[in-house]
């Protein structure tokens, strides 16, 4: 998207990441203004997690205030679509990548999100897989980022005795 002004453009992109403006009901997340060198005095937008069958005539109706419209809204070209079970492979090449790791797929989630859970053999490569992973953007996800998260598992045995 672009502004002519940062101003407009800070204030279009903190809606976004704010939750203030969604794309058709989904959160989308935004970049920081930046000054477009191709066009003087314009400031771009880039958008992420905007979903393949997107135009850009939803994402203009979806800043709600005409003063913040962008004046022009350019779309990428929607990168390969995979299923759940191409991306649970690429997904688990990341962290193998890492470390020897479980790696066990969760059922569907709401809103086209899967959740998985890594396990890996030493902590130490848990905590470096979330460094590394954590909200960052990811091809495969045309832009969309994976969320990481450290969580301690803890296993014991307790003995029970039965006296009758």
Request: net charge positive; glycine share 6%; no cysteine.
């Amino acid at each position: 998207m672009n502004f002519k002004e940062e101003k407009i453009a800070r204030r279009v992109s903190d809606k976004f990441n704010n939750n203030t403006y969604t794309n058709r009901g989904h959160t989308v997340s935004a970049e920081r203004p930046r000054l477009n060198t191709s066009e003087p005095g314009q400031w771009t937008v880039m958008l992420r997690n905007v979903e393949g069958k997107v135009k850009g005539k939803h994402i203009r109706r979806s800043i709600r205030h005409e003063h913040e419209k962008p004046n022009h809204i350019e779309m990428s070209p929607a990168l390969e679509s995979f299923d759940n079970s191409e991306i649970s492979t690429f997904v688990e090449s990341l962290f193998t990548g890492i470390g020897p790791v479980r790696f066990e797929l969760g059922p569907p989630l709401k809103r086209r999100r899967v959740q998985a859970v890594a396990r890996f053999e030493e902590d130490s490569d848990a905590r470096e897989a979330v460094q590394k992973l954590h909200d960052q953007p990811q091809d495969f996800l045309n832009g969309g980022r994976l969320t990481v998260q450290l969580a301690n598992l803890a296993k014991f045995k307790i003995r029970l005795r039965y006296t009758t």
